[in-house]
């Protein structure tokens, strides 16, 4: 969790994923070696902001990946288009509700495990490989 306007982690937490806390967006070490699969941001931070913290996380060279989830008061569709063109996958409303945000974190769990098997399948298939959509045939 980076930012400092969020629930309590633990209530947000049940099933006891590995926190990682921070008040300021630089403080967040090397994001080549994370081993996050979801981050979850505060987008008004000092020294980085969250919207920049995704576009670092999506510049990065991962081979999973990373589910961000932004928290703010910003309401203008401007912002969330800002915010989802930086790479969020999700956004949350100031103020947060442990309850919400204990959902949503499940969500982003999901879609990281869900991206982590496919990623492992492709990788172990064969080299090519055809997807389609059946409704349109592309």
Not at 11 to 16: E, K, S, T, V, Y
Not at 17 to 45: A, L
Not at 114 to 125: A, E, P, V
Request: with cysteine; glycine share 8%.
């Amino acid at each position: 969790m980076i930012g400092s306007s969020a629930p309590s982690i633990p209530a947000a937490n049940p099933a006891g994923h590995d926190v990682v806390e921070t008040t300021d967006g630089s403080q967040h070490g090397n994001i080549e070696e994370w081993r996050n699969q979801f981050v979850v941001s505060d987008w008004m931070m000092p020294n980085l902001s969250g919207v920049d913290l995704c576009r670092r996380i999506r510049a990065a060279k991962f081979e999973h990946y990373v589910y961000v989830i932004l928290c703010t008061s910003r309401a203008e569709k401007a912002d969330l288009v800002e915010g989802m063109d930086a790479g969020a996958d999700d956004f949350i409303g100031k103020p947060i509700g442990s309850e919400e945000l204990r959902v949503r974190v499940r969500r982003a769990n999901a879609y990281s495990v869900f991206s982590t098997g496919l990623h492992k399948r492709i990788m172990s298939s064969k080299p090519s490989i055809v997807i389609s959509d059946p409704r349109t045939s592309l």
